[in-house]
């Protein structure tokens, strides 16, 4: 079996602390972890009839900058053309699309903060 | 989260215009955008006063912040607007109070020191004459400042010092730090260079008539605009 980073399980905890909470906020995740040539989505998720591509970012502090500010204008542009992809593969079409961005700071101390930011761009 | 004000004075030549800094935190990614046309120090000041604001405890929003001054045709230069910007953007984001019609005119160092600025007093007569007898300027500027008659002003060596005394939470604010070092306005040092000399202008020729008639006739002057462009 492959050794995993810390990074890694770091980010696949945060993901399923987003995936949980974003569930709370009434979406129905639909894919999680979704892969293509171009790149990954962290999670797929519909709220009503909008198709939700959100990517999540997690931190175990603040000292290198807040999770947010590591989604710049090229990854959004790449989230686009990804959720392109998901649409494309899954042959879903005629939805609203929409890109979200999950925030996740847990020090694995206290409770983990999170934060979502809707139609980021 | 909201709307913030605050007001500052944009010098054209000896003229002063009343500016109002709106500023608003959108929920999106992070970015920082300065509106109504500044120049490129102007620009900068979005750097200057997030490291400033966080190493005075009270970090900027992790939003997008947009910063728009009013009127947004008047050309706006200099960093004299740093400290009204970062009091309406920690006002959008309720950290500090409702600022009311405070003017703040000062430069802000990276460590949440309030630096003094060039072309107060006539900055703060025109905010006197239009109404705004409040003044907050940094503690080196305010001698100057309470030069003119009507102002109330209010000279601050810190960020964290000002923002306290606007109502921002004191558990997190870096109050004790004391900054060091000698706060002269912009290139006011000249020692160590011979006396400057006419014939060392070139071209020019209408400004140095200018300035000799000037001279002979004990006229003040003023010369705007950026140098070199004479014909």
Redesign the interface.
């Known amino acids: 079996m492959m050794v995993m980073r810390a990074k890694d399980l770091l980010g696949q905890h945060g993901e399923a602390l987003a995936a949980e909470f974003l569930e709370t906020q009434g979406m129905r995740i639909i894919d999680r972890n979704w892969r293509c040539t171009d790149g990954e989505i962290d999670i797929v998720a519909l709220e009503g009839d909008i198709l939700v591509v959100a990517e999540v970012k997690t931190r175990r502090s603040l000292d290198y900058g807040?999770p947010?500010?590591a989604?710049g204008p090229a990854k959004?542009a790449r989230l686009h053309r990804l959720a392109s992809s998901w649409c494309r593969a899954h042959e879903v079409r005629a939805l609203r699309r929409r890109i979200d961005?999950v925030g996740v700071v847990d020090d694995g101390i206290g409770r983990p903060l999170l934060e979502h930011?809707?139609?980021?761009? | 989260m909201g709307v913030g004000r605050s007001y500052c004075v944009a010098l054209v030549g000896l003229n002063g215009y009343i500016v109002e800094v709106e500023a608003d935190i959108g929920?999106?990614?992070?970015s920082f955008v300065i509106l109504g046309l500044p120049d490129a120090a102007l620009n900068e000041a979005k750097e200057r006063i997030r490291s400033a604001a966080q190493n005075s405890g009270i970090p900027l929003s992790?939003?997008k912040i947009t910063a728009n001054l009013i009127p947004a045709s008047l050309p706006k230069r200099g960093s004299g607007f740093d400290l009204a910007i970062t009091m309406a953007v920690l006002c959008a984001a309720n950290d500090v109070r409702s600022i009311g019609r405070t003017v703040f005119m000062a430069e802000l160092g990276l460590d949440g020191r309030l630096r003094p600025v060039r072309g107060i007093l006539p900055a703060v007569m025109a905010a006197v004459q239009a109404g705004f007898p409040d003044i907050v300027v940094a503690e080196a500027n305010a001698a100057e400042a309470s030069l003119v008659p009507g102002a109330k002003v209010h000279g601050y060596k810190t960020l964290a010092r000002l923002a306290y005394d606007f109502g921002a939470d004191p558990k997190d604010l870096v109050l004790d730090y004391e900054p060091s070092g000698t706060d002269t306005a912009e290139d006011d040092d000249t020692t160590g260079f011979p006396e400057p000399d006419l014939c060392d202008v070139s071209g020019q020729g209408e400004a140095r008539r200018a300035l000799e008639v000037a001279a002979a006739g004990g006229h003040h002057m003023l010369l705007t605009g950026p140098p070199g462009l004479c014909p």
């Open positions: 807040h947010f500010e989604v959004l961005v930011l809707r139609g980021v761009g | 929920q999106t990614l992070p992790r939003r």
